[in-house]
Structures are given as C-alpha cells and as structure tokens.
C-alpha cells in the first residue's frame, strides 16, 4: 500500500474522461489516505532549487540575526516554539513563514507585511515567487475536487482569492542531544487548512497515520510535491474528506538537518465552514464557524497565538 502519484498535466492537459479521472483519483486518494502524491504540477525545478538553497543560508544564520526577524505569523519563528495541538513537548524545528501580500479589500490584520532576510536579497523573490506558483497549484487542485462535491469547478476560486494562506520554511536541525524525553521534529498532528501542499522535503520522517492503525512513510522524488487534506476541508465536507494524522520522526541514520516547505492554503477569514448540501447526510456533525474563527483557536492550542 502506497500514497497514489496522479499528474497533474492530466487535468490542466487532458481530455474531458482524463481531466474526470484525475478527480476522482484525487477524491479517493484523500479519502483512503488523506494525501496523494502529485507529479507534473508545473512548479519549476529550479524555483525549488533556489527555494532549498536560500532556506539553508538563512537558517545557517546565527540565532540572534534570526530571531531579530521574529514577528509573530510572518518572518522568523524559533527553535521549539510550536507543539502539536494535543502534546506539551515542544516540535523540534525552526521555521520562516511568508504570506499573501496586503492588498486594497483585504483586511489589513490578516495580512502583516512580510519579513524578508536582508543578508540574502533573493530569498524574497524567490519565495514569492514560490508562493504564487504554489497558491495557483492549490487553487486548480481544489477546482478538480469541485466536481466530487456537488459544486462547480470554480466554487473555491473566489474563497480562496483572498485567503490567509501561508507558505512555511521549515527547518528541522540535528536533534539536540538535551532534547526532551519524547519530542520529535513534528508530533502527531492534522493540518489546520483546506489543503497543504509540500515540497517534497530533503530528507526522511513525514509518516501519516494509515486507516488501519499503522504508520506509513511518505516519500518520493524531489521534484514532485504532496498533497493532504486539513481540518478545514474536513470541516466543510462534514468528513467526507477526512484529515489524516501525520508526524515527522527523528532521524534513525544520521543525525542531521532535514528540509521542508508546506504551503497550507487557507480560505478567507470571513468564509463559512458550513457543512456543504452534498455532504450533510443525517446532520452537521460540527457547527458552523468561520474560518478566520476556526484558525484563532488553532493557533492558540498549537502555541502560535494566545
């Protein structure tokens, strides 16, 4: 049993009977694992290239430059501020978070400037350039996914337009010899979002928590990126589409640095989480909530917010 590989050329590419297939390869594939693996998405090589490089000149930066770039949900975040939502140990990573600029329409507090590293100047370029090639990557995905909901395929454009979405650097260093009995890169969690889209990483551990019960490794080949559903997603197909615990576990070779850039793609604060038409069945099994709301008290238990 392995998390299915789809191409993405199928949908933006193929025919109408491929572009159906992909949608329904991309429905089952988040209901049986809660991720896919997605192959030909037109994210270039060399965008993810320069995004790798540029993330380990900046985490090579001393603490105290780094932390001079701390500014809550943009820029800088040390080493051990995050836990998962339901452990007391500190996540064993550092990380840089770069989000959707402030434009006229978008409310000003859910879009902070950016904080860009002025020792390497291409780091802002190429991790906008990022973001917008993965925000655009994300939006067609759900587009596919319309369909299998009962919805047209431009139903998630408008929410998402505006969306409070956010592109993390992540940094996993060697684990540190005083590192508490118990914590791990990344403890067993679910993502907050609609989807996350990663970056393949560098280096091994992202595992997620299989339907029957086990751990299943998620790998593959650097150029391509995975995919899962988040709680958001979860929320609004009333767990049609489940979210999938995943983890990321400390190295059992070499202890070393690991890599890695999840691009979790948000609505906009205002958007409802009610469960959709298609998917009530014999009721809302939450109540309704808005996203802007939903993510508040997330980033509260997770240690990101108080």
Known sequence: MSVPTLSLKAFTQGSPADRAAFSDAL????????????????????????????AEEV?????????????????YTPFGTEHARDSALPDLKEFWQIGRDPAPGLPAEDFP?????????????????????????GRVLLSALAPKLGLSGDYFDAKVAG????????????????????????????DINFITLLVAAKGAGLQLLDRD????????????????SGDMLQRLTNGVIPSTTHR?????????????????????????????????????????ITAGEFLAERLREIGMAK
């Not at 950016?114 to 990557?137: G, K, Q």
């Not at 010899?177 to 791990?184: I, Y």
């Not at 989480?273 to 009721?283: I, M, Q």
């Open 113 to 137: 400037p950016n904080v860009w590293p002025a020792e390497f100047p291409a780091f802002e370029r190429t991790f906008s350039d990022l973001f917008a090639a993965l925000d655009e990557t």
């Open 213 to 228: 019960g086990s751990w299943l490794p998620v790998e593959t080949a650097p150029n391509n990126l995975i995919v899962d």
């Open 59 to 75: 985490f090579a930066l001393p603490y105290t430059v780094k932390r001079h770039y701390a500014a809550g949900m943009r820029g």
């Open 27 to 54: 429905m089952q594939g988040l209901q049986q694992y809660g991720f896919i693996i997605l192959a030909d998405h037109g994210v270039g090589q060399d965008l993810l290239e320069h995004a790798y490089a540029h």
């Open 248 to 288: 990321v576990v400390n190295p059992v070779g070499p202890n070393v640095s690991r890599y890695s850039m999840p691009f979790f793609m948000h609505p906009a604060s205002d958007v409802s989480l009610k469960c959709l038409p298609s998917c009530e069945g014999d009721g809302a099994k939450w109540p309704e």
């Open 163 to 190: 969306g409070t979405s956010i592109l993390r650097v992540l940094h996993y260093p060697p684990v540190p010899e005083d590192a508490p009995d118990g914590a791990v890169r990344s403890a067993a969690h679910e």
